[in-house]
């Protein structure tokens, strides 16, 4: 008999480890046949003060963190190295910018209002750390909806205005205000946080914790 819990994902499609650490969960759940995960994607902003155009990723991250050129360069590449040791595309990686993504989930909200927003997330990050493309361009994002079967037509009118930007706003602040200040994190059967990228047999064991103590019956 399995266990199905709910995860909710709480991510930004601009952040490298977010995509590592959902690589590592699903490496976790399939050496975990009586677990099943329902997943639940939720936005988060990594860069909420980036101008329109994008920013440099070596400036960028030089500003941010107080790193030089060579240790950003350096740190860079420890994270493409552990993205491909888990099978993912980031051979784009190091040539992309930072960007502001409050457009982009507004996008998402309403694939995930049409049931696609997991394959949406997916495809934004090939695309982002595949091939270095801007996640913001309404090109982009036209080119992904309408081949998940949404409207073209939605997705420019959504760009074009401020639809579902209180919407991704309020959910943002409402994480924050949970206490969620980096991505990734995991919030499992709406009680457990984990945070950051674990390695799959970390994930593996506080999943099975957790099953386990869903499983079980509460006495008093």
């Known amino acids: 008999m399995s266990t199905t819990l709910r995860i909710d994902l709480v991510s930004d499609i601009v952040c490298p480890w977010c995509a590592i650490g959902l690589a590592h969960l699903e490496q976790a759940v399939a050496n975990l046949p009586e677990i099943e995960i329902e997943l639940h994607w939720h936005p988060f902003l990594l860069n909420p003060d980036i101008e329109a155009g994008g920013r440099d990723m070596t400036a960028h991250l030089g500003q941010k963190y107080g790193k030089s050129p060579e240790e950003v360069a350096a740190s860079q590449q420890q994270i493409v190295t552990a993205a491909e040791a888990c099978?993912?595309?980031?051979?784009?990686?190091?040539?992309?910018?930072?960007?502001?993504?409050?457009?982009?989930?507004?996008?998402?909200?309403?694939?995930?209002e049409e049931g696609v927003d997991d394959a949406f997330n997916r495809a934004l990050f090939e695309a982002y750390f595949g091939r270095a493309e801007n996640p913001t361009?309404?090109?982009?994002?036209?080119?992904i909806g309408t081949e998940l079967g949404l409207s073209g037509e939605m997705i420019a009118d959504i760009l074009a205005s401020d639809r579902y930007r209180e919407d991704v706003q309020e959910e943002v602040a409402r994480f924050q205000q949970m206490g969620i200040s980096a991505v990734p994190s995991f919030i499992v059967a709406d009680t457990y946080l984990?945070?950051?990228?674990?390695?799959?047999?970390?994930?593996?064991?506080?999943?099975?914790?957790?099953?386990?103590?869903?499983?079980?019956?509460?006495?008093?």
């Open 87 to 112: 099978g993912l595309n980031f051979d784009g990686a190091l040539a992309r910018r930072s960007w502001n993504t409050l457009d982009t989930h507004r996008v998402l909200h309403y694939a995930r």
């Open 137 to 143: 361009d309404p090109n982009l994002l036209g080119r």
């Open 194 to 220: 984990i945070s950051g990228a674990q390695p799959p047999d970390a994930l593996a064991d506080g999943l099975q914790r957790i099953a386990a103590e869903q499983a079980s019956p509460t006495t008093v």
